[in-house]
């Protein structure tokens, strides 16, 4: 079930407005059924390893807090981890890793013994994985009590509105949540329905406009010269951007006007003046995720230098292998990790020897720039399909056929242009609103109104999946 | 009073899922609101199947013609079996349309209907394979589906359809086509039917984009199916087609003719109507046309006799399609029938010469 169809507006509608009228001790159930019913309407078998994981995380914390010894707690945390990661693995990886041992025992004229699956990938698994970790972490680390009712729990793994894409949850934000009687809001519904409205403005007007001109060059990039191919993969830039910062906001405005606060996952990231500005405001619940989960634990920055570099780049190879099984993911990961080891560098050069950087307007625009444009370059990775089509795209990009006219055939001026304007207008708006204020009721609705009217008018209603669906 | 309006908004909305959860209810409301001309009827294929996705209003044209009822003096002797999709059950849904028939069983295809049927002996039973090209390789080069569609084990038991109770209530559940239903029942409305055109037009003429499903001609005024040009689908009439590949699907209806020839059926044909860019536009953007069909029908191996309709329609160009629709207009389906008719009405005077 798609943010961007029909059947999800009937299902949020009804779910919505049945969570009103029940009583509050049914509310729980309520939801969890409507989050088995979203997750089972892509593949209904899937739900069966949602369910695997969640009694195996439930009776994990259970027996993570009942238990005071040690080691007896680090078996338990390391089961709950193995199930996990296990089945991350053999749905997501399994498949690589056999494509990669092929390849290797190619050298040997030899072939894997192991056969490929052919199965599809079930929807949002990194997601629902990784919040079910951090669920066991947290209680084995003593920060959060073991929740106790069973359907709490999986409503905490499964909650419809960030089940398939996050933004992933900790259970310190959103479990107490559950237990709360949430009462009925006219300032939530508004703020949430805009937000709602926003996203999908986002997704379909700006996200699959942009799509239509982003896959007609990326299917054939060796029919493309250069030019075109830098402009497009500055449009994918915002593609990817307003797809998933679109999803998130639908997300995060359907729970709100339940009366739930789901945690923000975008900050308006390309006005960032730096790599690590970057990433603590682009999806910003995976990348506190890595952080607490990952690179603390292997020691941060209050380790030597060389170590300390080491583990940014552990915590972004892996965060590159988190998006997909395909090296074109791993370089893109690998290239931000060595990207932010240079910044790193940079930074503690300019602290020993106290050079200083002027911060006016000019040199703000040219930082903005500048990191823009690494991350667009870092974008072409993680749009290929494969790295050969990468390397056709780079040497393209940086040759003379970059002074060549843009082909107007994969876009019309007009359209070139009415995308451009659009990007323009989204990054002024989240520059001076992250949300649109609906305090006065009256430009709530003038403002909601004319949103789903352009939604409807300059949408693209194809069915378009969400980018992050396939992570 | 905000309350009330509440429950009457949910109540609305869980009819509309519910309806929109089952075919059949589905399919029950739009043949009325097909045939309304009211503000409430449906649009969506009253000027065309392109047309009900493109919402250009330059291709809003209601398909005219009449159409003249077979004229033939011949005994009503036949039992005819079709496995068929839409250009036979859209256009000739009864026995009237056909010369000497006395009773049509029409099993479609894209609702992978099976023939389990016994035959009545002292009828002549004829079963015709249709297939449009678009469907012939999807369905015949490796389908399980296409296996089976003969069944020789009758059954009827309760066993069967318990079995097919819980498929409808899982069909329900979880119904992949529930969005195009729910478009049905909550978007299309004649009411609606200017505004759409309005948006349609301003993104064509502003960003020269329609429905991704659609594609125009070189002269922009015909509509084609853009599965039947994107050269990557199996359903395109310019993907290669390898002889091998041939082989396979002559195999595939040899099957079927020789499994339909031992449930009894007397005679058994085989039709493939072409795409529409195959017949008007066969060099569309300089794409090679694969010949699917007549490959086919050319080849040794091949058993079923058939009804040369690439020959037919070829002959009629222009006429045969509609310029908004995926299927022929009724004088295309006019000249196909005709021609199936001097073979059935052929297949009567055989069976009274045996006698």
Known sequence: ?471 | MRKVIGYIILGICILIYFVSSSQKLTFKLNLLKEQSNSFWGSDKHRYGDLFGLTYLSSFKRRSTGSFKLPDCSVQKKIDLYEICDSYMFLFFNSAKYYCGVEKLTQIKTNEQETLAAKLDTSKINVLLLEFSERNVRVLLEDSDYMKNIISENYSNNSKSKLKEKIKDAYHFLFNKDINTNLEYHICDYAVFTPIKEFKANLNYKLFNTIDKDVKLSKSGNQLFYAPTIDSSKISSSFQHVTDSEIKVIVASLNKIYLKAKKLGFNKIYLSIIPNPVSILEPDYNKLKYNYLITRIQNSQELLVPYVDAFSLLNAAKKDAYSPSDTHWTWHGAYIWLDKFNYDLANAIKEKIKTN
């Open chain 1, 1 to 471: 079930m798609l943010y961007n169809s029909l059947q999800f507006l009937l299902f949020y509608i009804i779910i919505t407005l049945l969570y009103w009228y029940i009583p509050n001790k049914n509310r729980w159930l309520l939801l969890l059924l409507a989050s088995c019913y979203f997750y089972m309407s892509f593949v209904p078998a899937y739900i069966l390893i949602l369910g695997f994981t969640i009694c195996i995380d439930y009776c994990a914390g259970i027996f993570l807090e009942k238990t005071t010894n040690h080691a007896a707690k680090k078996t338990l945390l390391i089961i709950s981890l193995i199930a996990n990661i296990g089945v991350l693995v053999f749905f997501k990886y399994f498949n690589f890793l056999n494509h990669n041992l092929d390849n290797l025992l190619g050298y040997t004229a030899h072939h894997t013994p192991f056969p490929f699956l052919t199965m599809l990938l079930p929807i949002g698994l990194s997601f629902h994985t990784f919040q079910a970790m951090s669920y066991t972490i947290e209680v084995y680390r003593g920060n959060y009590k073991a929740e106790k009712h069973f359907g709490i729990y999986a409503l905490y793994v499964m909650f419809y509105p960030q089940l398939v894409a996050g933004p992933i949850e900790r259970p310190q934000n959103i479990l107490w949540q559950f237990h709360k009687e949430q009462q009925y809001s006219f300032e939530n519904l508004k703020s949430g329905l805009m937000q709602m409205a926003f996203g999908l403005f986002k997704k379909v007007v700006i996200a699959d406009r942009i799509a239509q001109i982003v896959d007609k060059v990326y299917a054939d990039p060796r029919s493309e010269n250069g030019s075109t191919l830098l402009i497009v993969t500055i449009l994918y830039s915002f593609q990817i951007y307003c797809d998933f910062s679109g999803y998130s906001d639908i997300g995060i405005g359907a729970a709100r006007t339940m009366g739930y606060k789901l945690v923000n996952n975008f900050n308006v990231p390309y006005l960032s003046k730096s790599l690590s500005e970057f990433w603590s405001k682009w999806h910003m619940s995976l990348s506190t995720w890595f952080r607490d989960y990952l690179y603390f634990p292997l020691g941060g920055s209050r380790v030597p230098i060389p170590r300390k570099y080491l583990n940014l780049m552990i915590v972004f190879l892996i965060s590159g292998l988190w998006h997909g099984a395909n090296w074109t993911f791993v370089i893109w990961g690998a290239l931000h990790g060595a990207l932010l080891i240079i910044e790193h560098l940079k930074n503690d050069c300019f602290k020993k020897y106290t050079f200083g950087t002027r911060n006016n307007r000019i040199t703000s625009i040219l930082h903005i720039s500048g990191i823009f444009f690494l991350v667009t370059f870092t974008w072409i990775f993680f749009r290929s399909p494969n790295l050969h089509i990468a390397k056709i795209i780079l040497q393209k990009i940086f040759s003379f056929s970059i002074l060549a006219q843009f082909n107007y055939s994969v876009a019309t001026l007009p359209l070139l242009i009415f995308s451009f304007a659009l990007i323009i207008s989204l990054m002024i708006k989240e520059y001076y609103f992250l949300v649109i204020p609906t305090k006065n009721t009256k430009s709530f609705y003038i403002t909601f109104i004319l949103l789903l009217v352009s939604v409807y008018i300059f949408g693209v209603f194809n069915n378009t999946q969400f980018i992050y669906f396939q992570f």
